[in-house]
């Protein structure tokens, strides 16, 4: 028996699939993978498609001793990766990563959990944004669940809200997406982190800014509020959470969120997905991510990876 590949892509026996994904832990009992879905779908995502994952941290201190062979493994496995940065140095790093591999972008940005401790200049941030393999501004948002004890809320709010603004001005003069962050707290005034984040950038789109629009990644919060991020064109991005989650209200806003609207993460080397729970996340896993939107949306495997990864290709600008 051999599986059918598309056009052009070589067919490979069953027998010789199964035995390698037994061999790296992905297939359980009854031809089923651990994540639940059916061997031949999960197949199909470690040799048919092209993914593209749209939020790999692979110039983080998690990938210090190894990113290059973390990007070589997952474009080894039809995976491109865009490097989204949290500070100065960072933002740097993902360029020179960028640098060397065809398949890797960066973007450049502040992540909103600095601002207490660290000083914001825009200006280095916008000649970095010049730069040729530069394809977003980010990451950047708002964060209302990482609050320090010692913090003024309302200071940090402000404090928060200004860099965004930067990182929407620069990616308005240089016709760049924005990466947006957003998480809430756990209390009636930190809770509205989603809804603060939609004032500001319908405020700006209204000011005839931000024409590439941009992406609410890590996407955790319900339809309706996803809702309103889509009718002000932005687009929406799920991680490994959603393998794993219990959360109804998520699961059912990735089953509503058109797949055109949709986008793929890992956030890595965070929020490993099933079935590498306990494992450090790497870029190539946002298959388990496409495979559960799938599951979800009653989608071929091969349906998910073409649309988000044609999503990601315009939204990015990727030549």
Not at 216 to 224: G, K, L, R, T
Request: proline content about 5%; hydrophobic content about 40%.
């Amino acid at each position: 028996m051999l599986f059918r590949g598309r056009v052009g892509r070589p067919t490979v026996p069953a027998a010789l699939c199964l035995a390698l994904a037994r061999s790296i832990g992905t297939i359980e009992h009854h031809g089923r993978s651990r994540c639940g879905i059916p061997f031949t779908a999960l197949f199909c995502s470690f040799f048919l498609s092209m993914l593209i994952d749209t939020h790999g941290h692979v110039n983080l201190s998690g990938f210090n001793e190894d990113y290059d062979e973390v990007i070589r493994r997952s474009l080894e496995n039809d995976t491109q990766i865009i490097a989204p940065s949290t500070q100065l140095p960072t933002s740097k790093k993902a360029i020179a990563i960028a640098e060397k591999y065809d398949g890797v972008w960066a973007a450049v940005g502040f992540h909103p959990t600095h601002v207490l401790n660290d000083e914001f200049d825009p200006a280095p941030f916008a000649e970095l944004a010049k730069h040729p393999k530069v394809v977003a501004m980010g990451e950047t948002g708002i964060d209302y669940y990482h609050v320090p004890e010692s913090a003024d809320l309302d200071d940090w709010k402000r404090r928060q809200r200004d860099v965004l603004q930067h990182h929407i001005d620069i990616a308005t003069e240089r016709n760049l997406p924005v990466i947006t962050h957003c998480r809430v707290g756990k209390t009636p005034e930190t809770s509205i982190a989603y809804h603060d984040l939609h004032a500001i950038i319908k405020q700006n789109v209204e000011q005839g800014k931000l024409a590439r629009r941009g992406v609410v990644h890590c996407y955790v919060s319900d339809w309706e509020t996803a809702k309103m991020f889509l009718d002000l064109d932005y687009m929406i991005s799920f991680t490994g959470i959603i393998t794993f989650a219990h959360d109804e209200v998520l699961l059912d806003a990735v089953r509503k969120i058109p797949l055109d609207r949709m986008m793929i993460e890992t956030d890595s080397p965070y929020l490993t997905p099933v079935p590498h729970r306990g494992k450090r996340n790497e870029p190539w896993y946002v298959k388990f991510v496409a495979l559960k939107i799938a599951e979800l949306k009653g989608l071929t495997f091969d349906e998910v990876a073409e649309v988000t990864t044609q999503n990601a290709r315009k939204f990015f600008s990727l030549r």
